[in-house]
């Protein structure tokens, strides 16, 4: 029972510092005016279980918030995720359509193992911005081999 809910209070501090910090952030068309879109493609690979969360596509309007904190899809996961915020900014800053990296998720594996097991699934992400009249750039999987 102590157990279980010293759990919900990690899940539970998490949540609100998200929601909050989600509440501060300003509109994507306040931040960067001219942007249209911030598309978000994401594959995992976890190193360490068998089967890789599925992959996830996130698009943002100009009205919705700036904020890039992604979820770490798993459940379990405590505090982590993957803040893209500083990677959209580069992209958005260099006026350029397409950017894309990795992160680690630096969550804990679970509540039990709080403080002593990290999460560290991977995920790579693409970027894609799209400017005023501009279209998505085609997301690299579908860029035709030079040659
Ligand atoms: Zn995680």
Redesign the pocket.
């Known amino acids: 029972m102590a157990g279980r809910s010293k759990a919900e209070k990690l899940y539970d501090d998490w949540n609100q510092q998200r929601h909050s910090h989600w509440q501060k952030s300003p509109a994507i068309r306040n931040v960067f005016p001219g942007v249209e879109a911030v598309r978000i493609n994401l594959t995992f690979d976890d190193l360490e279980k068998i089967g890789n969360p599925q992959p996830k596509q996130l698009t943002f309007g100009p009205e919705q918030k700036a904020f890039f904190h992604i979820a770490?899809p798993?459940r379990e996961?405590v505090r982590?995720g993957f803040d893209l915020g500083p990677e959209v900014l580069d992209v958005v800053r260099a006026q350029a359509t397409l950017a894309r990296g990795e992160q680690v998720?630096q969550?804990w594996e679970n509540p039990e193992r709080f403080g002593e097991h990290r999460?560290w699934?991977r995920a790579r992400y693409e970027i894609q911005i799209k400017y005023g009249n501009t279209t998505f750039a085609p997301t690299l999987a579908f860029v035709p081999i030079a040659g």
Do not use: V
């Open positions: 770490c798993f996961c982590g998720c969550g999460c699934l």
